[in-house]
Structures are given as structure tokens and as C-alpha cells.
């Protein structure tokens, strides 16, 4: 991890009272893997939020919004820049609609970026409001939900948004309707800006109705994936035609090894991190999948989850995806 500047947030102690510096960021993934953050805030509000972002465009230092790091694998030797948690309460706010109306009426529901997926979701279900059963079973934040588009085969968050609130890196805020959000599979077309609050168009249905079609989903889960260990979810997406946890499987790689990482039985598509696991053991493993698939399918597997601060998945064939700062 390199140093770029001093101090980009001195003269502020309103500011410099929610940074911290050096922040272990494996305590805050879902891999428990990575180093530290070189800077790390969670700031009390929209306008802490605004500066923040000045300041760094101003210092050309990265900043980096950290929602649940469900889908993330941080480098062992952490990130430089300001890693920024949207996890006081005015980043979590949810507004409901009125709790009467009828059957089928569309009603509008608005999450703050920080707001935890899961509680959403099991919310909106006990409220008889359809359209978000589907993200059963999916850990994170409104907002790296809305940067990934996660989802799945029973549909995705895309489905139900409407428009999307951001912040520009000059502090700016703007909303994003849905045509305009570039949403395809597994990924967002928003560019580079902080997702601040997401618009959702959900629909009135019969609350036991929508906890059975929730239950369903997330027995799925249940059955197929390894929930108990440290993962971040599916290590690659789905190449066009194919499932890439079936390709991973026929390639014989269930089970395979590196280090602490190891290619989960009960989903192929799954790398657990134990005892021991270091980042860059997952990165070898990662390349060793890619380059094995590749020679035996002639299929390239596309990373799904994101790197952060990982020079090299050791994938020399097939390529890493990765980015040095990104
Ligand atoms: C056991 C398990 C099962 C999973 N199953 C699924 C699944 O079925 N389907 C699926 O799609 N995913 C799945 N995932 C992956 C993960 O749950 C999703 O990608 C989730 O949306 C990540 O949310 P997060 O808040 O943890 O984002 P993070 O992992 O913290 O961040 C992911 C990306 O989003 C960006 N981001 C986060 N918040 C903001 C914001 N406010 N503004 C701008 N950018 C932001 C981050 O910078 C990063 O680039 C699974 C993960 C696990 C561990």
C-alpha cells in the first residue's frame, strides 16, 4: 500500500472525528480476508458525504464506497485512498407507503444505500409488498445491490427499481431513472458515482402468499450453497449459454485447494476461505479455475465478485480482471 498524500482531511474536526486511518478491512468482508484501508470514514451525513468526495478529487486520492463487502475480495496488502461505510442511520432510512390499499396497486418504496438488503427484503414481505422475495438469501446494502444488479434465477433488484438517487465525486446529487441506469446481468452501468438511495416500485399482494414465494427462494440457498463459511458468493459470472459453477464442476475442480482456499463441494461456482486463507490464496485459486476451464472448455470465466487492491490472480492465460487501484 503506497501513501499519496498526509493529511486531505486536516482543518475539519468534524471530519477528521468520523476517519479513522489503517482500518482492517478483512473485519468488514464477508471473505474475512484482506489489509487495511489507508483511510477509512463514516460520515454523520450527506454534506460529510460531499466533502469527503471533494476533498479526495481535490488530493487525487481514490475513494471507495464499502457496503457489506458480501462481493468483495480485498488484497492482503489493503487499499490506499478513503474507504467510505454508509452505516449511520440517515444512509439506512426506509420510507414504506401507507400500510392499507388494494391488492395489486403499485406503491413506492424508497431505501437509503446503506439499508441492509435482507431486512428490506423480510420487511417488505411482512407488509405484503411483492417484488423483492427474489433477493431471499442475498447479503449486503441496498447499494451494492443496486451497483451489482444482484439477483438471480428468480429475478434481480433491476426488476423493481424506478430511479436511483447518486452523488457525483463534486458533491453533486442526482437521480438516475432505471432506462437511463444501464442495468444488465450482474452489473450496473452508473459510472463513477455513490449511490445515495434507490426508488422501488413494488406491488400489494398477500403477505403469506409472498412469505412462501420467500421461503422457496431462499431454501434454494439453503440446499446448494456453502452459507456457514466465508465466501463472497459466486466467484464468476455465467458466461453467455453456460453455468459457470457446471463448467468449474465437470473441470473436476470441486474441492481444489490452495492454501486456506478451497473450491466449496456444495457449489462449484462457490471459493471459501479457511483458517488461515490469505488473500492472494484465493487469487491463485482463481487463476488456476480460469486457466482450467479455458484449456478444457475454451470458455474465459468473467470475475463476478470485485478486487480490490489485487495486482495479480496469477491467471497468466485467461487474464486477472484485476485492477491495481481501482
Ligand atoms: C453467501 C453469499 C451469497 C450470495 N448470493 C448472491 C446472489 O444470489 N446473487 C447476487 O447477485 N449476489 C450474491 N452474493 C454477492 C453479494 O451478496 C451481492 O453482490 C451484494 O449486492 C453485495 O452488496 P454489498 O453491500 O456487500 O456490496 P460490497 O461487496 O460491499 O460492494 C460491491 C460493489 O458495490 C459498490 N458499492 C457498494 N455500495 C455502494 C454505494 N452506496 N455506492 C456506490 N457503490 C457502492 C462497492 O464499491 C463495490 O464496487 C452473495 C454473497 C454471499 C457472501
Same mark, same amino acid.
Given at each position: 500500500?503506497?501513501?499519496?498524500?498526509?493529511?486531505?482531511?486536516? +482543518?475539519?474536526? @468534524?471530519?477528521?472525528?468520523?476517519?479513522?486511518?489503517? =482500518? $482492517?478491512?478483512?473485519?468488514?468482508?464477508? /471473505? +474475512?480476508?484482506?489489509? $487495511?484501508?489507508?483511510?477509512?470514514?463514516? $460520515?454523520?451525513?450527506?454534506?460529510?458525504?460531499?466533502?469527503?468526495?471533494?476533498?479526495?478529487?481535490?488530493?487525487?486520492?481514490?475513494?471507495?464506497?464499502?457496503?457489506?463487502?458480501?462481493?468483495?475480495?480485498?488484497?492482503?496488502?489493503?487499499?490506499?485512498?478513503?474507504?467510505?461505510?454508509?452505516? #449511520?442511520?440517515?444512509?439506512?432510512?426506509?420510507?414504506?407507503?401507507?400500510?392499507?390499499?388494494?391488492?395489486?396497486?403499485?406503491?413506492?418504496?424508497?431505501?437509503?444505500?446503506?439499508?441492509?438488503?435482507?431486512?428490506?427484503?423480510?420487511?417488505?414481505?411482512?407488509?405484503?409488498?411483492?417484488?423483492?422475495?427474489?433477493?431471499?438469501? %442475498?447479503?449486503?446494502?441496498?447499494?451494492?445491490?443496486?451497483?451489482?444488479?444482484?439477483?438471480?434465477? /428468480? !429475478?434481480?433488484?433491476?426488476?423493481?427499481?424506478?430511479?436511483?438517487?447518486?452523488?457525483? #465525486?463534486?458533491?453533486?446529487?442526482?437521480?438516475? $431513472?432505471?432506462? =437511463?441506469?444501464?442495468?444488465?446481468?450482474? #452489473?450496473?452501468?452508473?459510472?463513477?458515482?455513490?449511490?445515495?438511495?434507490?426508488?422501488?416500485?413494488?406491488?400489494?399482494?398477500?403477505?403469506?402468499?409472498?412469505?412462501?414465494?420467500?421461503?422457496?427462494?431462499?431454501?434454494?440457498?439453503?440446499?446448494?450453497?456453502?452459507?456457514?463459511?466465508?465466501? @463472497?458468493?459466486?466467484?464468476?459470472?455465467?458466461?453467455?449459454?453456460?453455468?459457470?459453477?457446471?463448467?468449474?464442476?465437470?473441470?473436476?475442480?470441486?474441492?481444489?485447494?490452495?492454501?486456506?482456499?478451497?473450491?466449496? #463441494?456444495?457449489?462449484?461456482?462457490?471459493?471459501?476461505?479457511?483458517? +488461515?486463507?490469505?488473500?492472494?490464496?484465493?487469487?491463485?485459486?482463481?487463476?488456476? %479455475?480460469?486457466?482450467?476451464?479455458?484449456?478444457?472448455?475454451?470458455?474465459?470465466?468473467?470475475?463476478?465478485?470485485?478486487?480490490?487492491?489485487?495486482?495479480?490472480?496469477?491467471?497468466?492465460?485467461? !487474464?486477472?480482471?484485476?485492477?491495481?487501484?481501482?
Amino acid at each position: 500500500m503506497t501513501e499519496r498524500c498526509d493529511n486531505p482531511f486536516a +482543518g475539519d474536526p @468534524a471530519l477528521e472525528a468520523v476517519l479513522s486511518q489503517h =482500518e $482492517p478491512l478483512a473485519a468488514h468482508t464477508w /471473505f +474475512g480476508l484482506g489489509g $487495511p484501508a489507508r483511510w477509512m470514514a463514516r $460520515p454523520q451525513d450527506i454534506e460529510q458525504l460531499a466533502e469527503l468526495t471533494r476533498r479526495c478529487v481535490r488530493a487525487g486520492l481514490p475513494l471507495r464506497v464499502l457496503g457489506q463487502g458480501a462481493n468483495l475480495l480485498v488484497g492482503d496488502d489493503g487499499v490506499d485512498g478513503l474507504v467510505v461505510r454508509l452505516d #449511520r442511520p440517515v444512509f439506512k432510512r426506509i420510507e414504506w407507503p401507507a400500510p392499507e390499499g388494494p391488492q395489486g396497486e403499485e406503491v413506492t418504496v424508497r431505501a437509503a444505500a446503506g439499508a441492509d438488503l435482507g431486512r428490506l427484503t423480510l420487511e417488505a414481505v411482512r407488509r405484503g409488498l411483492a417484488g423483492l422475495e427474489c433477493m431471499a438469501g %442475498i447479503p449486503g446494502t441496498v447499494g451494492g445491490a443496486v451497483r451489482m444488479n444482484a439477483g438471480g434465477r /428468480f !429475478g434481480q433488484i433491476s426488476d423493481v427499481i424506478r430511479s436511483v438517487r447518486v452523488m457525483h #465525486r463534486d458533491g453533486r446529487q442526482g437521480v438516475v $431513472p432505471r432506462e =437511463e441506469a444501464g442495468f444488465a446481468y450482474r #452489473r450496473s452501468g452508473l459510472g463513477d458515482v455513490l449511490i445515495l438511495e434507490a426508488e422501488l416500485a413494488l406491488r400489494r399482494d398477500d403477505p403469506r402468499r409472498l412469505h412462501e414465494r420467500y421461503r422457496a427462494v431462499w431454501e434454494v440457498k439453503r440446499r446448494t450453497q456453502p452459507l456457514r463459511e466465508n465466501s @463472497a458468493g459466486c466467484v464468476f459470472k455465467n458466461p453467455p449459454g453456460h453455468s459457470a459453477g457446471a463448467l468449474i464442476d465437470r473441470a473436476g475442480l470441486k474441492g481444489r485447494k490452495v492454501g486456506g482456499a478451497c473450491v466449496a #463441494r456444495e457449489h462449484a461456482n462457490f471459493i471459501v476461505a479457511r483458517e +488461515g486463507a490469505t488473500a492472494s490464496d484465493v487469487l491463485e485459486l482463481i487463476g488456476q %479455475i480460469r486457466d482450467e476451464v479455458s484449456d478444457r472448455f475454451g470458455v474465459d470465466l468473467e470475475l463476478e465478485i470485485e478486487l480490490w487492491g489485487c495486482r495479480s490472480s496469477g491467471g497468466a492465460r485467461a !487474464g486477472t480482471g484485476a485492477v491495481g487501484t481501482a
